[in-house]
């Protein structure tokens, strides 16, 4: 039953880095990026369709994207999608494919995405502990059940803030990957 108890926990605290990885992704550095565009959903025939469905992104050059729809009679909805995500991009059409050009960022700018990388950091701390709480108080049960002994439920309690502990420093790598990404010209 603990192992149960130990081993869901690691499934949670992986989940939470994944989506914290997914959080990341979105944060836009200087340079073109399709996960830029994965949020991006656009209206095609009445269904709400991202864009990667839609047609091929590639990266030509460092600052540019491209999309090339496999539909050319959705060329204006994605291009109309692209500019109401509020991307901070100006998208281009010449009919048949979709031009993005990544603009440089500002020092100003890449401080407010580093702040913004920490605060989805911050976040996915605190859902980490979350799930650090949860199965203590559930390892906490088992001890008032009789399930398992105190000296089991010290043990037990000590694994998950080994987990904790490897699951935060994992968030804070990736923090600083990310913010050396960002401040990077």
């Known amino acids: ?4 108890v130990i081993n869901s926990t690691k499934t949670s605290m992986n989940q ?11 944060i836009r550095t200087g340079r073109a990026n399709s996960n830029l565009l994965q949020n991006v959903t656009v209206d095609y025939y ?4 991202p ?7 590639s990266v030509p050059e460092a600052r540019l994207l491209v999309v090339t729809p ?4 959705s060329v204006d909805d994605i291009l109309k999608a692209i500019n109401q995500a509020n991307l901070g991009v100006n998208p281009t059409s010449d009919g048949t494919v979709i031009r993005i050009t990544v603009p440089q960022l500002t020092e100003e700018r890449r401080k407010e995405l580093v702040k913004d990388a920490r605060k989805e950091a911050e976040t996915a701390k605190i859902a980490i502990r979350n799930i650090r709480r949860d199965a203590n108080d559930e390892l906490k049960s088992l001890q008032k059940d009789a399930e398992i002994t105190e000296d089991d439920l010290r043990s037990f309690s000590e ?3 080994k987990l904790t502990d ?4 994992k ?6 990957d990310k913010e050396k990404d960002i401040m990077s010209v």
């Open 1 to 4: 039953m603990t192992q149960q």
């Open 16 to 26: 939470s880095i994944e989506h914290f990885e997914t959080q990341l992704a979105q």
């Open 46 to 49: 009445g269904a709400p369709t």
């Open 51 to 57: 864009v990667q469905q839609l047609g091929s992104i």
């Open 70 to 73: 496999y539909d050319k009679g």
């Open 159 to 161: 694994d998950v803030q």
């Open 166 to 169: 490897e699951f935060v420093k």
């Open 171 to 176: 968030i804070d790598t990736l923090t600083d």
